[in-house]
């Protein structure tokens, strides 16, 4: 069965070490802690790529850009979410909306989320409007209440392009 709307899931989890500044969203946010990861450990751009790629059971980022592979060491996140996108408008469809959750004890997210929400919204090909961005705390408990972590959670809907 066909289906012109479809949603995706996406999650992504990296290890917060001491450094800075801390790439989210596609945004340097000032902060005294950075992601590690292989990539540039964008972990709300790779849950918006998983989530993009789910959508239309296209795969994952770890299928398009192995962590094996040295030529993805350091690559740019922004790189990754765009290939995504394409390979959606590819296949015919295109992103309605995305709403993203980020959990995090610190840094707070306010100052930096309509930023953030225009970077989506630019790499998306999308209305700033249809990019939502919540901001959660680990309320002090386990690895996320002690600023170890910072991980994402993504759903992206959309929508088979109208026949001509
Ligand atoms: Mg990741």
């Known amino acids: 069965?066909?289906?012109?709307i479809r949603i995706g899931l996406g999650h992504d989890t990296h290890r917060l070490e001491s450094g800075g500044p801390l790439r989210l969203g596609g945004i340097d946010i000032p902060f005294d802690k950075q992601a590690?990861?292989?990539?540039?450990?964008?972990?709300?751009?790779?849950?918006?790529?998983?989530?993009?790629?789910?959508?239309?059971?296209?795969?994952?980022?770890g299928e398009f850009f192995p962590d094996t592979d040295p030529v993805n060491l350091g690559r740019d996140s922004a790189e990754m979410l765009s290939a995504a996108v394409d390979a959606l408008h590819s296949a015919g469809y295109t992103i309605?909306?995305?709403?993203?959750?980020?959990?995090?004890?610190?840094?707070?997210?306010?100052?930096?989320?309509?930023?953030?929400r225009n970077r989506i919204a630019m790499l998306t090909q999308v209305d700033p409007q249809n990019v939502g961005l919540k901001g959660k705390t680990g309320e002090q408990t386990g690895a996320l209440g002690r600023n170890e972590i910072i991980q994402a959670i993504v759903v992206c809907l959309i929508s088979a392009h109208s026949q001509p």
């Open 36 to 61: 590690v990861g292989h990539s540039d450990a964008d972990v709300l751009l790779h849950a918006i790529t998983d989530a993009v790629l789910g959508a239309a059971a296209l795969g994952d980022i």
């Open 96 to 116: 309605v909306n995305i709403d993203c959750v980020v959990l995090a004890e610190r840094p707070k997210l306010l100052l930096h989320r309509q930023a953030i």
């Open 1 to 4: 069965m066909n289906c012109n």
